[in-house]
């Protein structure tokens, strides 16, 4: 009988959360839709693109925002269990609170693996393919930006022609075996510049140890220990492709770590996405224990709505008190790795106590 009531409480649930997904799934798809509409209304484009550029967007919204979407998810299900009187038939089969809140953890729990081992690298594609779209249609394509097994590359657009720039790595500020291009408007190549390193802060960029090929005149090779080489002060771009680590799995963030550090990707931002991926069934493990104190606790009507209205708002400062915690982290604070455990650490300690309270009942 017990594992009958188990495979009960599990399959509701899972109904429960995947409605609650899906949901969110089609509202941020609808919205998400409307901002692609806009920017691609001056392109001749079919509508199809912009659909297919929210559905490759919106999954990844979504897994950022599952803790919150469990919590609300696990709401209904309790409320529902209460509802149809199926929580009190339950307990006199010898179910406490505490046992039930554990069933549905837990399977929240597993769900955050199974997330971080089958989604993820779904969504991780999926992202990197609306990133390489958007990109290809933008407005502003002076300069194109991409990082590869073989490095950095950037591409420069001009009056004059273009340059193609390559670094194997990029160590702060500073690219490191610099490879630049430079070609006419008739795709003709004039010059070819080797440089040890390049400082990307200033304008014009600041190289050293350089090697200049004249490729039009065939003139001899120029060497020089300092070098300034006129670009657009492009740090900033490089800068936020190299923290958006959506593009990246948790799969491949751990296999490939040593790699994506060679090239360029921060040891502590790569620490902090790999803590965040780890701390995520977690998360969902003590969401669905917060939803549960404010549901199972409750004995009316009246009670139900009361603690809905609270328990979202406590939702909404866990939100902003986990950007608080990472941005006391990003800023040197406090240790990076734990600005992202905080707040499970100060979510854990509530739910301590509210599991006690609701056992007791």
Known sequence: MNKIINQYIIKEFSKTILNTILIFLTLGVVLNLFEEIEFFKNLNESISLPILLSLSFVPTLVVE????????????????????????SIKTFGYSNLKIISIVAFTAFLFGIFVLFAIN?????????????????????????????????????????????????????????????????????????????????SNPWRMKKVYVYDLVNNQQTVKFDSYEFETEKISEKINSLYRNLNTISFVDSISNYKELNQRGYSKTLLNEKINKFISLPFFLFLMVVLASIFTIGSVNAKQNFYYIIISILISVIIYFFKDLSIALGQTGKISLILSVWIPLIAVSLFCAIGVIQINEK
């Open 65 to 88: 925002l599952l803790p919150f979407i469990i919590f609300l998810g696990s709401m209904f299900f309790f409320l529902q269990l209460k509802s149809k009187k199926d929580l009190l």
């Open 121 to 201: 690298p779904i969504t991780s594609a999926l992202i990197k393919h609306y990133e390489i779209e958007k990109a290809q249609h933008a407005r502003d394509v002076d300069h194109l930006i991409s990082v590869n097994k073989n490095g950095l590359w950037i591409k420069e657009i001009d009056d004059f022609g273009y340059k193609i720039i390559n670094a194997e790595r990029i160590d702060e500020d500073n690219l490191k075996d610099v490879s630049v291009y430079i070609f006419d408007a008739g795709n003709k190549i004039l010059k070819r510049i080797e440089a040890k390193s390049a400082l990307i802060t």
